[in-house]
């Protein structure tokens, strides 16, 4: 019995180490963005970004209020984050950033319609 409570100690403490180390390697999943800045007098709604992750390679949606999908694509190597809307995106962004020890993320957001603004996110509730 002993055995077995020490198996199953050391089988948790591995799949632990193992989920820990993957959140410090992965951006996946859903994200809210926040634009510190205003354009035109215009402050920025809290923005989802939908992230899917393979290896390095990032492909990513931000979900805007009143405007829809704005699809991105980009990298993600050594904790930090480049992302630019597609070709067939309605507006021309570039997002770039890194991952903090806290698992936030910020960066800065550069567009012809907004200019360069800093940005926080931290993952979805």
């Not at 190597?77 to 809307?85: A, I, Q, T």
Request: aromatic residues 6%; charged residues 20%.
């Amino acid at each position: 019995m002993k055995k077995f409570v020490a198996f199953v100690v050391g089988v948790a403490l591995i799949g632990g180490s193992l989920i820990a180390g993957q959140s410090k390697n992965t951006i996946a999943g859903k994200w809210t963005v926040t634009i510190e800045g205003a354009v035109q007098g215009h402050h920025f709604p809290a923005i989802d970004l939908e992230v899917e992750q393979d290896g390095k390679t990032i492909t990513a949606n931000f979900v805007i209020p009143d405007h829809g999908d704005l699809p991105m694509v980009g990298e993600f190597v050594d904790g930090k984050l480049s992302l630019r809307s597609t070709e067939d995106g309605y507006m021309q962004i570039s997002l770039n950033g890194k991952l903090a020890e806290n698992g936030t993320m910020s960066g800065s957001v550069k567009g012809q319609m907004i200019g360069d603004m800093p940005w926080t996110a931290k993952r979805a509730s």
